[in-house]
């Protein structure tokens, strides 16, 4: 019962690294951004509670067809959408025509190229919902303490116990008397 409590314990610790290094890391790695993708106005190419990994992109090389994220004009600041780009217009401030892949038409207002975030690298399905759960739980405090502050006291504690049975003679002497009694085992098996 013990050993299972220990599998479980270091495959829940391997979640959360892994987690943090998909969510935190790499998008930091490579100057990126992450968003989760709470409609579906671009089904099928981004469904609904997908993980979008966002990459700064200077405006001029942007081309129809790029999936773009941006802070829509008619929208509050907060507001962040990703759809396809169907016509670059040039002019005194670039702008761009978008539109998503499952509406009917295009988007009423162009997007200007100073509203923009950058563009779409990936998206990783249902990820997001996992995303928006963490995020909106780990503002709390019982949040905090089953996603920070727990896996910590684990880590911690695991690194301890470990660093103590190598460092404890008793424990070491133990060690190898048991593994001389094995050795001794299978030469006289043989």
């Given at each position: ?35 989760a ?33 941006f ?37 009423l ?18 990820l ?31 690194a ?26 299978k030469?006289?098996?043989?």
């Amino acid at each position: 019962m013990l050993r299972l409590a220990k599998v479980l314990a270091n495959l829940i610790l391997a979640v959360l690294v892994l987690t943090a290094v998909l969510l935190v890391l790499m998008p930091a790695i490579y100057s990126s951004s992450i968003a989760a993708i709470l409609s579906g106005s671009m089904l099928p190419e981004m469904p609904v509670g997908a993980l979008a990994v966002i990459q700064p992109v200077d405006t001029s090389e942007i081309a129809v067809g790029d999936i773009i994220a941006f802070n829509p004009p008619w929208e509050e600041p907060e507001v962040m959408v990703s759809h396809r780009v169907i016509e670059v217009v040039d002019g005194e401030v670039p702008s761009f025509r978008t539109k998503g892949d499952a509406n009917e038409g295009p988007d009423l207002d162009l997007i200007p190229a100073t509203h923009v975030l950058g563009r779409i690298q990936y998206c990783i399905p249902n990820l997001g919902y996992f995303l928006s759960y963490v995020s909106r739980h780990s503002r709390s405090e019982l949040g905090f303490v089953f996603l920070v502050a727990l896996p910590s006291v684990m880590l911690i504690g695991s690194a301890a116990r470990d660093l103590r049975s190598m460092t404890s003679p008793g424990r070491r002497r133990a060690a190898r008397r048991t593994m001389l009694m094995e050795r001794r085992k299978k030469r006289r098996l043989r």
